[in-house]
């Protein structure tokens, strides 16, 4: 069974970083051909793609992010992790991290396993 766990810290004050990490269970982040992501959804709006780390670890970054935004990972945890730099109050958000088979646009029915999402609150 593929399960996937965010973790990180739920209070960032701004100008750092966000760093969070995802743990997978059930499958390797190294499968042909997983595309493991990152979405947020800030409070009162819609979902919105970060980007992904792919099986072969090449990256893609949705552009209003792209300056701010690195993913790295960890075969031998399994784990994959989102930094996001420079972080402002708009940055509030939850968190999730999931999975997809396809890098060709963002089609939420294509994610196939989610984590629980989690809170990062950005302080002023």
């Known amino acids: 069974q593929v399960q996937l766990q965010e973790s990180g810290p739920g209070l960032v004050k701004a100008s750092q970083t966000l760093s969070l990490t995802c743990t997978v269970s059930?499958?390797?982040?190294?499968?042909?051909?997983?595309?493991w992501s990152w979405i947020r959804q800030p409070p009162g709006k819609a979902l919105e793609w970060i980007g992904y780390?792919?099986?072969?670890?090449?990256?893609a970054v949705a552009p209003a992010l792209g300056g701010r935004t690195t993913f790295l990972r960890d075969t031998t945890k399994n784990q994959f992790a989102l930094q996001l730099a420079s972080v402002t109050p708009e940055d509030t958000a939850d968190y999730y991290c999931?999975?997809?088979?396809?890098?060709?646009?963002?089609?939420?029915?294509?994610?196939?396993?989610w984590g629980q999402g989690t809170r990062v609150t950005v302080s002023s």
């Open positions: 059930g499958v390797s982040i190294t499968t042909n051909y997983y595309y």
């Open positions: 999931a999975r997809t088979g396809s890098d060709a646009g963002i089609t939420w029915s294509y994610f196939d396993y």
């Open positions: 780390i792919s099986y072969s670890g090449s990256a």
